[in-house]
């Protein structure tokens, strides 16, 4: 794996874990607001992003090992 995969891998699940804590909280607050709703988008996306780098990951590995 790249270095610029890996740190790019550790920032989207870093941004991943900060955002699904600050949706914690939110809801224990019982707020559903706009922000907990455009949070909640932001989060769908970084995991679709996390998904699509980890799938490029795991077929450049497969690639170069072949």
Same mark, same amino acid.
């Given at each position: 794996?790249t $270095?610029g995969r890996r740190r *790019? /891998? &550790?920032? /989207?699940?870093?941004?991943?874990?900060t955002? $699904?804590? *600050?949706?914690? @909280?939110?809801?224990q607050?019982e &707020?559903?607001?706009p922000?907990v @709703? +455009?949070?909640?988008?932001?989060?769908?996306?970084?995991?679709w !992003?996390l +998904? %699509?780098?980890? !799938?490029? $990951? &795991? $077929?450049?590995?497969l690639? @170069? %090992?072949a």
């Amino acid at each position: 794996m790249t $270095t610029g995969r890996r740190r *790019e /891998l &550790a920032r /989207l699940v870093g941004q991943i874990q900060t955002l $699904t804590l *600050e949706l914690q @909280n939110l809801r224990q607050r019982e &707020a559903e607001t706009p922000e907990v @709703n +455009a949070k909640e988008r932001t989060l769908e996306r970084l995991r679709w !992003q996390l +998904a %699509a780098v980890a !799938q490029r $990951t &795991a $077929t450049d590995e497969l690639g @170069n %090992a072949a």
